[in-house]
């Protein structure tokens, strides 16, 4: 029962979150690009209401134009072959693709940020209980517990509440859509990676229920006894025919898990889906000068207020990206300057100009060096990258 009123917290606490955080995106759609809008939409043959909505989520960093195409054309070919057909009206083409829009944005954003937070606690566990020589009982009890509170907490709401808003969908359905959004990836290999983890979580459930089978006589170990040994049995079946647990402890296991520190990525930078130049995708953003590279681009198409505000959130959070990795601010911001030179090939870098200011900023600053570094980085980069 304390479950069940648990999970009916926590979807109550989506809905409130996805209707307060995420009711300003058909304001922010009507101010998309016009042309560019219309140049997708001709470009694609899709609705002009569905490419307004692609153009502002990638402007927003959620995920690039043609994949949101791709995901919103799915869904009104999916909803036409189970009698829910969306009208070809401007006014519910436009609604349609800003419900499902805001799915896009909060699967994409805070709900692969919050399961990616989530299973950080999940990794040091995973690591214990991979050791078969050394891990006890006790942890192998604590490591499904975390499991289990976790798909409680952050997966199974957002499953449940998708359900509900996609008429006529399935548990897998339901899956493959939040999968494609942990793993940034095609719904094609979303089916790929799902019958990868299938087999993968049977074998490692099948050592962990060797290591606590023969424990008797405690009704804990009793309950998670049988239910690993349900999902074990589960994973036997079609990836179609599973049951629900079986698929949220697949989606759990699509969660990102923390990058290892030689992966220059910090927790202070977005992830948001890849960009092109001239039709080809661009490598994987890896490092925080690639994110500001990304923005750069991006706050070209920007104007305005938009336009300032957009720029200035990605210089700072690239500049604490790299003072987090212990690089000297002076540093840092030389660094960032260089690298933006070279990846624009604006000219030649002025080197010691830039780098005796920087120095005389680093000295003045003192509580508020951030905030000053920032500004300058901003001024600068703003000039000479987006109006230069």
Known sequence: MEQKNDAKKYTSMLRKEFKETYGDLAEKVRKAPDKEAEELSRRLNVPLEIAKVAVRLELDGILDAESVCEILMRELERLKGVDFEVPNISSYLFNFAVKEGKWIEYL????????????????????IVSDEETVSEGSIINFLNERKRIIDEVIEPVMDEWLKTHKGTSYLDAAVALICALEKTSREKAFEL????????????????????????IRLFE????????????????????????????????APRPTPREVQVSHYLFVGG?????????????????????????????SGEDQVRFLKSSVEKVLKALLEQDMDPEDAVMHILSEM????????????????????LVT????????????????????????G
């Open 108 to 127: 994409y954003g805070p709900f692969r940020k919050n399961a990616e937070e989530a299973v950080r606690n999940l990794a040091n566990w995973e690591r």
């Open 194 to 217: 799902l019958e990868e983890r299938k087999r993968v979580l049977k074998e490692f459930m099948s050592k962990i229920y060797e290591k606590i089978k023969d424990v008797k006589g």
């Open 223 to 254: 309950n998670i006894k049988s239910r690993v040994a349900d999902i074990i049995k589960d994973l036997s079946k079609s990836v179609s025919d599973l049951m629900k647990e079986t698929y949220l402890e697949l989606i759990l296991n699509s």
């Open 274 to 302: 890849p960009i092109t130049r001239g039709g080809k995708v661009e490598p994987d953003l890896v490092k925080p000068t690639d994110f500001l590279e990304r923005d750069i681009m991006l706050t070209k198409r920007r």
């Open 341 to 360: 030179y070279r990846r624009f090939d604006v000219g030649e870098f002025p080197e010691a100009e830039l780098r005796e200011k920087v120095k005389e």
């Open 364 to 387: 003045q600053s003192r509580e508020d060096r951030i905030k000053i570094l920032s500004e300058f980085l901003f001024s600068h980069l703003m000039n000479k990258f987006v109006k």
